[in-house]
């Protein structure tokens, strides 16, 4: 910094550590074919909301989970979709995500 007499000086340093979010959600395969896998590994357990949503956020299936455990894990039924993208959401008391997978 300089200041108004023309002298320069340094203001501290400061660290600063971002904790690391020890969530994380997984889908396999993708694209998928007839099924879709899907894991979520955080410490909440509860209730889980799992929708389909087609590009225009259109619902096209949901499902109801209960997740008991840091790891959950399940496989959903997409066989009656259409060749397409589509957007797989998981929606729980502290948790909303989003990932999009295509259909084959």
């Given at each position: ?10 203001s ?7 904790q690391?979010?020890r ?8 694209p ?8 979520l ?6 209730n889980?909301?799992?929708?389909v ?32 993208s589509?957007?797989?959401?998981v929606?729980?008391t ?9 259909s084959?």
């Amino acid at each position: 910094m300089i200041y108004r007499d023309g002298t320069i000086g340094y203001s501290a340093t400061r660290e600063i550590i971002f904790q690391q979010s020890r969530d994380s959600f997984f889908i396999s395969p993708n694209p998928a074919v007839g099924s879709l896998n899907l894991w979520l590994r955080n410490n909440v357990t509860g209730n889980l909301n799992v929708r389909v949503l087609d590009m225009q956020g259109r619902t096209l299936r949901n499902w109801a989970f209960v997740k008991q455990d840091e790891l959950w894990t399940q496989s959903i039924d997409i066989g009656q979709l259409s060749t397409g993208s589509y957007i797989i959401q998981v929606i729980g008391t502290t948790v909303w995500i989003a990932r999009p997978f295509i259909s084959k």
